[in-house]
């Protein structure tokens, strides 16, 4: 059992940052591929972010890419995300998630544990 705790959530304007952080319980983080994922009110959880195990490959959706930066630190059993120019469209849920996939995760369906979410929410 892998335990997922996300922090680092709030209100920011738009055009603001927030870094979200997830740190993970367990020896085996660095085994795992993670990801971030969102879910809005009234819509789908929606991929965002993955990374590989050792955090040299990641992958974006396409309305993140330049905006978001996930990493992640295996010594210390958490993973980043890092939100900038951010966008009232982006308030959501945001999830972190681990996957015992053998590539690179972007379906919600391929994340086998989950964290209880943190909100972000973006002002106009």
């Known amino acids: 059992q892998v335990l997922l705790v996300e922090s680092g959530g709030g209100l920011v304007q738009a055009g603001g940052s927030l870094s979200l952080s997830c740190v993970s319980s367990?020896?085996?983080?660095?085994?795992?591929?993670m990801g971030w994922l969102r879910q809005a009110p009234g819509k789908e959880r929606e991929f965002v972010a993955t990374?590989?195990?050792?955090?040299?490959?990641?992958y974006y959706a396409n309305s993140m890419k330049g905006r978001f930066t996930i990493s992640r630190d295996n010594a210390k059993n958490t993973v980043y995300l890092r939100l900038n120019s951010l966008e009232p469209e982006d308030t959501a849920v945001y999830y972190c998630?681990?996957?015992?996939?053998?590539?690179?995760?972007?379906?919600?369906?391929?994340?086998?544990?989950w964290g209880q979410g943190t909100q972000v929410t973006v002002s106009s």
């Open positions: 990374i590989d195990w050792s955090g040299t490959s990641t």
């Open positions: 998630a681990a996957s015992q996939s053998r590539s690179i995760a972007t379906r919600t369906s391929e994340y086998n544990y």
């Open positions: 367990g020896r085996t983080f660095s085994s795992y591929i």
